[in-house]
């Protein structure tokens, strides 16, 4: 059913428009004014002022890999994060790690280990997945590359951001 | 004597050809900025100190980009349309006197004695770089803004002209030099502070002067599509209205055109209204050259008060429908201009003759 919506009837005055324009200059230059003697403070000036200080504890950025405080690399390439990874923009190759070596307990390392950033969604879902606690999201946000092949970071990229997490499981150590 | 007026003529027209464009380039700037300021947003300050060398960065970026002609455009028509919408805006600033004398030499390039009829004259030819480029386009926005910009200029060319009117039965005369002349003598039209300014009959006349100031300001705004009236170039409706297929420099033309309608157009108000080069107090050019300068720098400066006023007010009000556009043109400001000219008619009749 069509309804009719009733139009309000104006007096004299509001049909003479020239208070209700004056009225809204009156707003426009108020936030002139206040914008030209520096009252309103919005905006940020980016690359001079950053949010870095005040990010949350919670904040996802990049995806990086981390060591161990014998400088391990946490990662044992089980994979778990290249298939949970929603846009696919992991990829592992395993490799045995050699018997003489002194982490040789640990079997398995990763001999590639690529993001590709332009796919990474900052889901955090790797972190989440990992069971070695090898993979955090850090705080760079800011990640830039002049071609495709730049935007992909390699593994020692990854520790580079990552570098050494204390404090989490170390259940490597006391096995054997 | 006579090499002597040539000389002087082509030095003013430089001159004031120079200023203008600077001002236009400046008044894009000025119009980020504030647009920025009012919207709470900072506005371009990254080129240099506090964003002044933008204009130059912008004028680099219209030249580099590709200029494109559409092939289904009619080429003559789409090439000169263009320099149809700036010739306008810059010619006008001939007849208007931006400032008293500076050694002797008065400050207007032609002191015609039709000075407001050439301004109109001139300022209606404006009209057909829109019109012109709209169909020369060979597209349907472009064209759609072509002839709303047409039917605009037709309904409130008709309110400009009457709205002047009663400026010139007080003159009685059209020489622009004329019109400041009055108002030194007695007064801005709009605040007639000097002179016998006790006198109750120079007050009643200020009421329609007022009027008459309202109706030809934005009958203004109309002419140079500022926006509570700027239909021909609807962004939200036309995708850009008549530029829209325009690029790179024929596009930055059409943008100076538009800059440089809003000066003259100041230009022509402050003359008519706020008294041209006159500040109470501040005597003219023939007490000493910085005076002819300062009277100059006075102009300008009410100039550019006046744009600070176009842009405020564009940031201010949102666009009129069409329907409503023709309805006050042709309803209320076509009769009010009208009525007013009779009521400075009684009243002039009636005053005692000062």
Known sequence: MAITVPRPKLNWRERLYLPA??????????HFKNMLLGRTKVTMQYPEQKWDSSLPE?????????????GRVRCVACQLCEFICPPRAIKIIPDEIPSADRFAKVEKYPEAFDIDMIRCIFCGMCEEVCPEQAIFLRKDYAITGFTRADMVHHKEKL????????????KWNEKK | MDSFFIITSLLKIVGILFLVLSMVSYAVYAERRVSAFIQDRLGPNRVGPAGLFQPIADMFKLLLKEDFTPRAANTFYYWLAPCLAVMPAIITMAVVPFGS?????????????????????IASLGVYGIVIGGWASNSKYPFLGGIRSSAQMLSYELSLGLAVIPVFLLVGNLRLTSVVRYQIEHGWFIAPFVGDWMNPWKWLLTIPMIISFLVFMIAIFAETNRLPFDLPEAEQELAGGYNTEYSSMKFALYFLGEYAAMITGSAVIVTLFFGGWHFPGIPDGSHGWIFG???IGVFFAKVAIMIFFFMWV????????????????WLFFFEIALVNIFLVGIILAYAPSS
């Open chain 1, 21 to 30: 324009i004056v009225a809204g200059l009156a707003i426009t230059f108020k």
């Open chain 1, 58 to 70: 919670h904040y996802r950025g990049a995806p990086a890999l981390v060591r161990d405080e014998d």
């Open chain 1, 159 to 170: 520790l580079e951001i990552g570098g050494v997490m204390h404090g989490v499981v170390l």
């Open chain 2, 101 to 121: 004398t500076l050694f002797g030499v008065p400050m207007v390039i032609a002191d015609v004695n039709v000075g407001i009829l050439f301004v109109f004259a």
């Open chain 2, 293 to 295: 300068l300062i009277n």
């Open chain 2, 314 to 329: 564009r940031w201010t009000f949102p666009r009129f429908r069409y329907d409503q556009l023709m309805r006050l043109g």
